[in-house]
Nanobody, 122 residues
Framework: QVQLVESGGGLVQAGGSLRLSCAAS????????MGWFRQAPGKDREFVGR????????DYADSAKGRFTISRDNAKNTVYLQMNSLKPEDTAVYYC???????????????WGQGTQVTVSS
């Protein structure tokens, strides 16, 4: 069982930056691919990016490429989402997720955090 807790959300102006953190419980954190998803009001939850178990490989949704960076610290059981050049359309609740074989789809993740709100003002 893995418990995930996101933090770092808040209100930021367009063009600003935020770093989200996701702290995981359990000893097997390094064995999970960690994903970030987001859900804007009235929209489906969508893939933002993921980092493979070893931490050596990442991939991102087109909307995140060049602006967002995912990293992880397996010693701290924590994954990060650095978001730069934020836009109003990035406003959403951001979720982290853990999956043994996590891909770009929600169903490939077994554990989810409660989410953290990110609001980008214009």
């Amino acid at each position: 069982q893995v418990q995930l807790v996101e933090s770092g959300g808040g209100l930021v102006q367009a063009g600003g930056s935020l770093r989200l953190s996701c702290a995981a419980s359990g000893r097997t954190f390094s064995s999970y691919t960690m994903g970030w998803f987001r859900q804007a009001p009235g929209k489906d939850r969508e893939f933002v990016g993921r980092i493979i178990r070893s931490g050596g490989s990442t991939d991102y949704a087109d909307s995140a490429k060049g602006r967002f960076t995912i990293s992880r610290d397996n010693a701290k059981n924590t994954v990060y989402l650095q978001m730069n050049s934020l836009k109003p359309e990035d406003t959403a609740v951001y979720y982290c997720a853990a999956g043994s074989f996590g891909t770009t789809t929600m169903r490939s993740y077994d554990y989810w955090g409660q989410g953290t709100q990110v609001t980008v003002s214009s």
